[in-house]
Nanobody
Framework: QVQLVESGGGLVQAGGSLRLSCAAS????????MGWYRQAPGKQRELVAG???????NYADSVKGRFTISRDNAKNTVYLQMNSLKPEDTAVYYC?????????????????WGQGTQVTVSS
């Protein structure tokens, strides 16, 4: 099972930027699809962005044009660059992995969630 460790969260003012990192264990990283998700208090966990093993990407409508997902297979790491942050982006952010991209795009199909990293955007 892939082990995932998220980092890079923090407190930032609206309009600011953060870059989240997710370090993954295992030799199959380059073949896995990866995703970033978030869960705000009282809300369900939702997909923020996904990236396939081949580099195709998908974004939630709410973050398109502001967030960018990328991966570095040599470092077994996936990133989420978040620009123009808004207070409504405040949440705990998680990453996850699966061998199948369609499951990465559907967080309800995934398990093995880590601790996540808190992102707080002040107005």
């Amino acid at each position: 099972q892939v082990q995932l460790v998220e980092s890079g969260g923090g407190l930032v003012q609206a309009g600011g930027s953060l870059r989240l990192s997710c370090a993954a264990s295992g030799s199959t990283f380059s073949r896995n699809a990866m995703g970033w998700y978030r869960q705000a208090p009282g809300k369900q966990r939702e997909l923020v962005a996904g990236i396939s093993g081949g580099g195709s990407t998908n974004y939630a409508d709410s973050v398109k044009g502001r967030f960018t997902i990328s991966r570095d297979n040599a470092k077994n790491t996936v990133y989420l660059q978040m620009n123009s942050l808004k207070p409504e982006d405040t949440a705990v952010y998680y990453c996850n992995a699966d061998s199948t991209y369609y499951r990465v795009l559907s967080p309800a199909r995934l398990d093995n969630w880590g601790q996540g990293t808190q992102v707080t955007v002040s107005s």
